[in-house]
């Protein structure tokens, strides 16, 4: 194999695998499409000793400090598809029509969620600077405000009971979807926040600030910022030649140490089932999975593998 380790996706859980298997004297490709979910996000929080850190030099400085390693490489690709061949993986990658190629005998993969918003005119504009998805990271910076909750899935009653740790002026918005139980909004209710279940037809905001959420119907509700909650994919069509098995979400589904139905093959990060989505939660996982990796490689019995943490 050209490396012992191919590591797809250069966001925080790809770039901690891929330092740790670099220290590891690992020879570490690190296969990065430089197309982040927090692109948009202004700056980061959460993450020890780099709280308030822009997430795009937070990549930076990964790639710098994974490549002051021998047996480090970065290729600023895409991968496209992933194929298991004697011994290992090959992975095709296209950069803008330039294709390319490599084989690994391990591949992890660190690509995280794909997101998609809810069609509303304005949001797209607005989101990383007024409106955010990740209440933990940013529900400090938007604390007593009046906000918005926005969403069209099942969860969005437990969001709005998350939030209310940093706002009491809270309205929630269902933009017309069926998600929020009548005991949920009465629960709600209870703790002031309203449901609101008619559609939103836009977010009025400039870049001074954000002003209202405005209805279908052209009530306009006062709010200074929000929340909303995508939808999320694995947008993990690549990896489906493995064969790997996916949930129901379309996530690679992993044992308790990263290690995918196929052999070799590993997952950090959310590209499996997500949970808090912290820049520094997505780092521990692929430090986490790179230690399995190692041991692996090495050929100590899984059982040990099954004490790392």
């Known amino acids: 194999m050209e490396y012992e380790v191919a590591v797809i996706g250069g966001g925080p859980a790809g770039l901690s695998a891929a330092l740790n298997l670099a220290r590891a004297r690992r020879r570490v490709l690190l ?9 948009a996000t202004l700056l980061s929080h959460g993450y020890l000793t780099r709280d308030g850190i822009s997430p795009l030099e937070l990549r930076k400085l990964g790639r710098d400090e994974f490549l002051r ?11 496209t598809s992933v194929s298991v061949v004697d ?8 950069f803008r029509g330039r294709t390319s190629s490599a084989t690994a005998g391990v591949v992890v993969v660190a690509t995280g969620l794909h997101e998609t918003l809810p069609e509303i005119d304005g949001l797209k504009a607005f989101y990383g600077t007024f409106i955010h998805s990740c209440i933990e990271c940013d529900g400090y910076d938007k604390r ?10 099942p969860d969005l009653a437990e969001r709005a009971h998350l939030l209310l740790q940093w706002s009491a002026d809270l309205v929630v918005f269902t933009n017309g979807a069926d998600v929020v139980t009548p005991s949920e909004e009465a629960d709600l209710g209870s703790r002031g926040v309203t449901v609101e279940r008619r559609r939103v ?8 600030g954000m002003r209202a959420v405005v209805l279908d119907d052209g009530t306009r509700v006062e709010r200074t910022g929000g929340f909303v909650r995508p939808a999320w994919s694995g947008a993990l069509e690549y990896v489906a030649t493995t064969g790997a098995m996916l949930d129901s979400d379309g996530l690679l589904v992993v044992d308790a ?4 139905t196929v052999d070799g093959l590993y997952a950090a990060g959310e590209s499996t089932a997500p949970g808090p989505q912290q820049l520094i939660v997505a780092a521990g996982s692929g430090a986490s999975v790179a230690a399995v990796v190692n041991r692996d490689l090495i050929g100590v019995a899984r059982g040990l593998g099954d004490a790392v943490q």
């Open 257 to 260: 140490h990263g290690r995918t």
């Open 87 to 94: 011994g290992g993986f090959e992975i095709d990658c296209d």
């Open 144 to 153: 007593d405000q009046p906000l918005a909750v926005i969403g069209e899935h």
């Open 31 to 39: 296969i990065d499409g430089n197309r982040p979910r927090n692109s």
């Open 69 to 79: 390693y021998e047996g480090a490489e970065h290729r600023m690709t895409m991968a």
């Open 201 to 208: 037809a836009s977010i009025d905001a400039d870049r001074d």
